[in-house]
């Protein structure tokens, strides 16, 4: 049980890194000219100017992928706290 646990994990942090199209986590320079924003699903720092976005309670999140904004969109309470 413990094996098919650690392998579902494994899976899932995969299945994150192939669907996330940004760029890893970071940290943002003084060079950089556009300030970043995190994915609230995969916690990736990406610009907003290129990314896709959701409202939810008056605020605007911004995502790396589809399939994270799908994420987001089908369960807001579980990544906004």
């Known amino acids: ?13 995969f299945s994150l890194g192939v669907y996330c199209k ?6 943002v320079t003084a060079e950089s000219s556009v300030e970043k924003v995190v994915d609230v699903v ?14 939810h309670n008056g605020h605007r999140y911004h995502f790396c992928s589809d399939y994270c904004k799908e ?7 579980k990544y906004v706290k």
């Open 1 to 13: 049980m413990l094996r098919f646990v650690i392998l579902s994990l494994m899976l899932l942090t």
């Open 42 to 55: 995969c916690k990736m720092k990406i610009k907003p100017d290129d990314a896709m976005s959701s409202m």
């Open 22 to 27: 940004g760029e890893p986590s970071a940290p």
């Open 71 to 77: 994420q987001f969109d089908a369960n807001p309470a």
